[in-house]
């Protein structure tokens, strides 16, 4: 049995070599922590070769789902989980050695924090992200009790949870699919009382992968999500503001159009889920918008 308290999570999709890379690199953690793989669906040869790296490497645990399910796969690889603390991976990311045991001290010391956000070093040069860039410098600012900046945002591939929080905020929306699903989860995890902290000394390795949906398509899910987010858990006038902007959006941008039908589809489902959330955790948003 390992001696961690953390499962990797990692969601894979038709990256079978990156994905054996991956594993190799989390094998080398020490203490070796328990691995679930949630294959979204691969029509490669993803599934026996994760078959065969858990009977070289031991520890890992794959999990097939018929279709893509997209982000809300890794509500399948927590659910699995039988350690009180998670870390997501992607098939292309890393935990450095030294992060998982840091994080655990951290969150044993912490019991209101429910996420911690980790530094992503990008590429063989590591280099920042600029997301965690921006991390390091919240608005939010810093509480003295807590173990870094608050924040109200994340990257998946560079997260880890306190898995009773994930449950109780309800994990990844299916609603959103892939992209920017962070950002929902984020502000669920406030609204139901958790802290989302930021923690530079953690830090986890990212070499993007080269097999991924065109920079068009990502983009579009990423306008369609903020919306559905902002129409999901925002005040009605922000939620109407929202909607106009991404509006006025499509005469600069036409790809944009898209994200408007994706949004527009989704409305009935939106209105039925649609849930305010906690005036003070508007304020800080609201503050983060704010925010140049």
């Known amino acids: 049995m390992s001696g961690a308290r953390t499962t990797i999570v990692?969601?894979?999709?038709?990256?079978?070599?990156?994905?054996?890379?991956?594993l190799g690199k989390l094998a080398t953690l020490r203490p070796k922590p328990s691995i679930v793989?949630?294959?979204n669906g691969s029509t490669d040869a993803t599934a026996p070769a994760v078959r065969a790296a858990a009977g070289r490497l031991g520890g890992i645990r794959l999990i097939r789902l018929s279709r893509n399910e997209g982000a809300a796969a890794r509500n399948v690889g927590v659910a699995a989980a039988d350690t009180p603390y998670v870390a997501f991976a992607d098939d292309d990311s890393w935990w450095a050695e030294d992060a998982l045991p840091q994080a655990e001290t951290i969150l044993d010391e912490h019991p209101r924090v429910g996420l911690l956000a980790a530094r992503t070093l990008v590429g063989p040069d590591e280099?920042?992200?600029?997301?965690?860039?921006?991390?390091?410098t919240s608005p939010l600012g810093q509480d003295?009790?807590?173990?870094?900046?608050?924040?109200l945002g994340f990257l998946a591939c560079a997260a880890i949870v306190r898995r009773s929080a994930f449950l109780d905020a309800g994990g990844f929306s299916?609603?959103?699919h892939f992209g920017g699903e962070e950002e929902l989860l984020a502000y669920d995890l406030?609204?139901?009382g958790w802290q989302l902290c930021y923690v530079d000394s953690l830090r986890a390795h990212h070499h993007p992968s080269l097999i991924r949906d065109d920079r068009l398509s990502r983009d579009v899910r990423l306008l369609r999500n903020h919306t559905l987010v902002t129409w999901l858990r925002r005040p009605a006038p922000v939620a109407v503001c929202s909607g106009i902007g991404l509006l006025r959006r499509t005469l600069r941008y036409p790809p944009a159009v898209l994200a408007v039908a994706g949004?527009?589809?989704r409305l009935p489902v939106v209105l039925a889920r649609r849930t305010r959330l906690p005036d003070e955790v508007e304020r800080r948003i609201r503050l983060l918008d704010a925010t140049p």
Do not use: F, K, W, Y
Not at 127 to 136: C, T
Not at 144 to 151: D, E, I
């Open 263 to 265: 949004a527009l589809a």
């Open 174 to 176: 299916r609603l959103l």
């Open 10 to 22: 990692i969601v894979t999709r038709n990256r079978c070599a990156e994905l054996l890379h991956t």
């Open 37 to 39: 793989v949630v294959d």
């Open 190 to 192: 406030a609204a139901a």
């Open 127 to 136: 280099h920042g992200d600029p997301v965690s860039e921006r991390m390091a």
């Open 144 to 151: 003295q009790s807590l173990p870094g900046p608050s924040v």
